[in-house]
């Protein structure tokens, strides 16, 4: 189940200062927090980012499923996360960018990181969303 997969990874991140080993062994992830659309009740996430400026990037991939993730849906509704990367705690403004030169962009930065984001994109037929996270 998806929700154990992701518990395991948030407790192994939280307790190797956000190092996590298996498919992510090397690789960085942050812990987003959002509230929930419909529950209001905080929710985790493990993802992948890259950096842009002072920013941070993520892609609402969900491994190419053809709806978006539940994580991006609360991010819509509610922008205010909170963020994990290695041992900093911080807070954020989700922006979803769905479609244009600036999605395109991100998206295509995400892939050269992480070349399996174009796998995601060739599995599904929607526009794949990119959320860029801006600390306040």
């Known amino acids: 189940m998806a929700g154990d997969w992701n518990t395991q990874i948030i ?8 190092k996590v080993g298996g498919p992510f062994a090397g690789r960085e992830l942050l812990l987003l927090t959002s509230i929930g659309a419909k529950s209001g009740r905080p929710r985790t996430n493990p993802l992948a ?9 993520v892609v609402a991939s969900k491994a190419g499923a ?3 993730p539940d994580w991006f849906h609360n991010v819509r509704a509610n ?15 989700a922006t979803p960018i769905t479609e244009g030169p600036e999605r395109d962009r991100l998206y295509a930065a995400m892939v050269e ?15 794949i969303p990119v959320v860029k996270l801006t600390p306040r």
């Open 11 to 18: 407790e192994e991140f939280r307790a190797n200062q956000g």
């Open 49 to 57: 980012f890259i950096r842009d400026g002072g920013d941070i990037v």
């Open 66 to 68: 053809p709806t978006n």
């Open 79 to 93: 922008p205010s996360v909170t963020l994990e990367i290695g041992t900093e705690t911080l807070e954020a403004t």
């Open 113 to 127: 990181v992480m070349p399996g984001f174009a796998e995601y994109q060739e599995k599904t037929d929607r526009v």
